[in-house]
């Protein structure tokens, strides 16, 4: 059971370029969200998901775009990266039937210069 | 609104020596969930662990236990006899529950434990 899994581990992005984040989770959970985590500060959400074909913004979605084609997968896509795009960011789940538990994936380090 | 205030930006202690790390927040919903992730070097984020808000009952797992005053509107969290390897950014974080469940994180308080 690998819980939440993303792709890619690290990646440097130059300005403009686009890219997409990978996200997995193999639990079953209806629930998905994208967080970013910048230097010294707690997470923000961006994105979030309450099953396949459902998704809503979250506190920073501008710059970002998501789908959820199925319940695994949940990527998140940078059109236009841009410096303020570089952070750390988080995907997570959690089941219906566990209110309030997510359960974080391990994490993708962006660099955009 | 809601908000999660941990004013301690870093602690450092010796190993062995107790450390309580506080975490205040603030909602107007009767109902909600208090949660804390421990975030090791490695980077990833550990669930530790959920409190709701009608279980005031304070919780011991080994030598981490948590302290959850709704008078105080505070959730803190001390680590008996710390270790090194309890050396990370500990984070506190809200959310009412509801179809959504989003998180409010605070800001976190990073944990040093020298030998």
């Known amino acids: 059971n690998a819980g939440v899994t993303q792709t890619p581990k690290f990646r440097i992005l130059k300005i403009g370029q686009s890219m997409t984040l990978q996200c997995t989770q193999d639990?079953?959970?209806?629930?998905m969200y994208w967080y970013r985590q910048d230097p010294g500060m707690g997470l923000k959400l961006i994105y979030y998901?309450?099953?396949?074909?459902?998704?809503d913004k979250g506190e920073v979605p501008n710059g970002y775009n998501v789908s959820r084609s199925t319940t695994e997968d949940f990527p998140l896509r940078l059109e236009l990266a841009a410096p303020s795009q570089t952070s750390v960011y988080f995907c997570?789940?959690?089941?219906?039937?566990?209110?309030?538990?997510?359960?974080f994936g391990p994490g993708t380090r962006l660099l955009v210069l | 609104a809601q908000k999660v205030t941990q004013a301690q930006t870093e602690i450092s202690v010796v190993e062995k020596e107790d450390v309580t790390l506080d975490c205040v927040y603030e909602?107007?919903?009767?109902?909600?969930?208090l949660f804390w992730y421990k975030q090791p070097p490695s980077g990833e984020l550990v669930f530790l662990i959920r409190?709701?808000?009608?279980?005031?009952q304070n919780e011991i797992s080994g030598r981490y236990s948590w302290n959850f005053q709704k008078s105080t509107s505070s959730f803190n969290f001390t680590i008996t006899a710390s270790q090194v390897v309890d050396s990370a950014v500990y984070f506190c974080a809200l959310s009412t529950g509801g179809a959504t469940n989003k998180l409010i994180f605070g800001t976190g308080t990073l944990l040093a434990v020298q030998p």
């Open positions: 909602t107007r919903d009767t109902t909600y969930y």
């Open positions: 639990m079953n959970h209806n629930y």
């Open positions: 998901s309450v099953g396949a074909g459902i998704t």
């Open positions: 997570a789940s959690r089941d219906q039937g566990t209110p309030g538990t997510q359960y």
């Open positions: 409190r709701n808000s009608f279980d005031e």
